[in-house]
């Protein structure tokens, strides 16, 4: 049986969990959350805990068993905790400005970079080479942190682009020089 999909999934008190039809909402205090639930795994709610069941253990189902767990318990961290990556600027002249969902980028380019943010997804800038995305679905989150990092990823020479705070960039030597 798969390790993580035979877990239960503790539901906090501030949370709801339904199950309806194919699919699972959780609401919680940050927000709503609906996850489509493939139709081999059955879901259920059980004395405070969510449980995910499959129906044989094929390669196929033992994947989506621990994969839908790990969704749904994503979720319930969302709506009560939230999720948070952090981007850093690194270069001279890079620097970010935040008005509404409207992220403004100065990374080098002979124009400033313009990027909309989604509407469940928000960016807070506490110094001007610190960026900090936010919100209570981690695939957004991700996928947004992700989107602005590529925008000038960082290069192994000096450094300069955006990365994430906990990354490491691996180095390399420049020229040799002339002899």
């Given at each position: 049986?798969?390790?993580?999909?035979?877990?239960?999934?503790?539901?906090?008190?501030?949370?709801?969990v339904?199950?309806?039809?194919?699919?699972?909402?959780?609401?919680?205090?940050?927000?709503?959350?609906?996850?489509?639930v493939p139709p081999?795994?059955?879901?259920?709610v059980?004395?405070g805990?969510v449980?995910?069941?499959?129906?044989?253990?094929?390669?196929?189902?033992?994947?989506?068993?621990?994969?839908?767990?790990?969704?749904?318990?994503?979720?319930?961290?969302?709506?009560?905790?939230?999720?948070?990556?952090?981007?850093?600027?690194?270069?001279?002249?890079?620097?970010?400005?935040?008005?509404?969902?409207?992220l403004?980028?100065?990374?080098?380019?002979?124009?400033?970079?313009?990027?909309?943010?989604?509407?469940?997804?928000?960016?807070?800038?506490?110094?001007?080479?610190?960026?900090?995305?936010?919100?209570i679905?981690k695939?957004?989150?991700?996928a947004?942190?992700?989107?602005?990092r590529?925008?000038?990823?960082?290069?192994?020479?000096?450094?300069?682009?955006?990365?994430?705070?906990?990354?490491?960039i691996?180095r390399?030597?420049?020229?040799?020089?002339?002899?």
């Open positions: 049986m798969s390790r993580i999909g035979r877990l239960p999934i503790s539901i906090p008190s501030n949370v709801q339904s199950v309806t039809n194919g699919s699972v909402e959780v609401q919680g205090p940050k927000g709503r959350l609906v996850q489509a081999a795994i059955r879901v259920g059980e004395g805990n449980i995910c069941e499959r129906p044989t253990d094929q390669k196929s189902h033992r994947a989506l068993h621990g994969l839908t767990r790990a969704l749904i318990a994503n979720m319930i961290r969302g709506v009560t905790e939230g999720f948070l990556k952090k981007l850093e600027l690194s270069g001279v002249g890079y620097r970010a400005q935040i008005q509404g969902q409207v403004t980028l100065s990374l080098g380019y002979t124009n400033p970079v313009v990027y909309v943010l989604p509407p469940d997804v928000q960016a807070t800038v506490e110094n001007p080479t610190l960026i900090t995305v936010s919100g679905d695939q957004r989150v991700g947004v942190a992700a989107k602005i590529g925008l000038r990823p960082p290069e192994p020479y000096k450094g300069k682009g955006v990365k994430y705070v906990d990354e490491r691996r390399k030597a420049g020229k040799a020089g002339a002899k």
